[in-house]
């Protein structure tokens, strides 16, 4: 059997459900593909339980500042962590639940069941039956990177798609792979009474590349848990359990928790039997601004790409998808400035262009230490550091990176900054309220003042 439709989106993710709202207000003539569960990556086994956790964590860690605080009954508190899990299992259906609004609405000539393999450009097979469709948005997310090599001890290797459907934490556990969930996890754990050892072959954490905020970063949640970064891991089946080395360390521990990242899930797409260029690894190749693949009508949003793998990115990529696709057209839309938040304690973000990408002869770093921050000294966690790069010409504010306590708030900030290409002397026009961490970032910007060519005599007034 055969059938034709104006649109087919392959992956019922967040990329894809973000496409499908933007091809419904132009046509009914479309199927949603999906052939595993669900609900997003996000709300499943990312963004959302990982989130649950490390407010559990937080919460129970925050005993540790109530003695200097005159509260008393800190060392009464206990954990009941099958109830943890429970907690964060329950929240997490909640929030995939929510997910699954469009889809439940969805009948069965709109979703399909079943994994879809392309003929040619233009025609997918799912179950034994052809779609020929005027455009097709691949959708279709990633996977967990385990390595080969791993394998004999798979049994006692959890991946971040399996670790929330745990029903009890384990006694010790190894993290290898400090990005963000590496790190979120670690810590959280950690907190939680699991003995932790954190291992990643990079020197820097949660893809820092300042070295600044690299260092503070380490050392703060370096006397949490053990670091060790700069060799990569080995793993070795004991009868104590799976001895984990790194250069001349090494521990035993119960479990290990594999978080080095997630691959493209299109190896079963048959990409093969396109007329797409593909990269090295297989992927195709597109354009960022309109996420057509070539010149053809075949689309690529989300995860898949690799491009920005964040889920406000694939809602940005799957309605540019949609938008497209629909219209079987290639219009370019800007891109947000870049954004990247890691929910440790400190929050470690990075906003815009990084120190990597820029010239440092020409930028200047407004820099501030949170030491001498005053709600950060109140809430008890002012160990932190925010740098933000400043074009010296105009003061035109280019990035930022910072580990800080409410980084996810001053993250939002910047980059809605610079998005609307906002100057130093523009930013410090507006106000800041005391005592609030945003002042860290009055401060930074006040300091770097005199390292620009370009000044304003009243920075902070405005002429009517």
């Known amino acids: 059997m055969s059938r034709e439709v104006d649109v087919a989106i392959i992956g019922a993710g967040s990329a894809g459900l973000f496409a499908l709202s933007q ?6 003539n479309y199927v949603l593909i999906e052939g595993g569960e669900l609900g997003t990556t996000c709300a499943r086994v990312g963004c959302m339980p990982s989130k649950v956790m490390i407010q559990v964590a937080d919460d129970y860690h925050r005993r540790s ?16 962590k099958p109830a943890i899990m429970e907690h964060v299992q329950d929240l997490r259906d909640v929030f995939v639940d929510k997910t699954l609004g469009v889809t439940d609405a969805l009948d069965e000539a709109h979703l399909i069941h079943g994994y879809a393999r392309f003929v040619d450009d ?55 792979g400090l990005g963000s969930i590496g790190l979120e996890i670690g810590q959280a754990l950690s907190r939680l009474g699991v003995s932790v050892t954190g291992v990643d072959m990079l020197e820097n954490v949660a893809k820092l590349n300042d070295p600044v905020v690299n260092k503070l970063a380490v050392e703060v949640i370096g006397k949490e848990y053990p670091l060790w970064l700069g060799e990569a891991a080995q793993l070795e089946k004991t009868d104590q ?8 360390k090494e521990v035993v521990v119960e479990k290990v928790l594999a978080s080095l990242g997630r691959r493209p899930n299109f190896e079963q797409l048959g990409l093969e039997h396109t007329s797409l260029q593909l990269d090295e690894k297989g992927a195709p190749l597109f354009n960022a601004e309109t996420m057509q693949c070539g010149n053809s009508s075949i689309y690529i949003a989300g995860d898949v790409n690799m491009d920005r793998p964040l889920l406000h990115e694939a809602g940005h990529e799957g309605r540019v998808a ?6 079987q057209s290639a219009v370019a839309f800007r891109r947000k400035t870049a954004l990247a938040i890691t929910f440790c304690d400190p929050n470690i973000a990075t906003i815009g262009s990084q120190l990597s990408e820029l010239d440092e002869s020409k930028i ?19 160990r932190g550091v925010l740098r933000v790069y400043v074009n010296k010409a ?13 980084g996810e708030h001053l993250a939002h900030l910047l980059a809605w900054s610079i998005q609307q290409g906002m100057t130093v002397f523009d930013m410090l026009k507006m106000p800041f309220y005391h005592p609030v961490i945003e002042e860290a970032l ?22 009517v």
């Open 364 to 382: 200047a770093i407004a820099e501030m230490q949170f030491g001498p921050v005053g709600r950060a000294l109140i809430i008890g966690k002012n």
């Open 23 to 28: 091809v419904r207000r132009k046509t009914d």
């Open 442 to 463: 009055q401060g930074a910007l006040y300091g770097v003042l005199s390292e620009l060519d370009s000044r304003e005599e009243v920075v902070e007034l405005e002429k």
């Open 122 to 176: 233009q025609t997918i097979e799912v179950n034994d039956e052809r779609y020929k469709a005027g455009s097709i948005v691949i959708a279709t997310g990633t996977i967990p990177v385990v390595p080969d090599a791993w394998q004999p001890f798979i049994d006692d290797v959890i991946t971040t798609d399996e670790f929330f459907e745990l029903e009890d934490l384990p006694a010790s556990i190894a993290v290898i």
């Open 322 to 327: 949609g938008y497209n696709a629909v219209r």
């Open 65 to 80: 500042i109530f003695e200097r605080e005159g509260i008393e009954g800190a060392d009464e508190l206990g954990l009941d």
């Open 241 to 248: 359990g799976i001895r984990v080395s790194s250069g001349d």
């Open 394 to 406: 105009d003061g035109l504010v280019l990035g930022a990176a910072m580990a800080c306590v409410k």
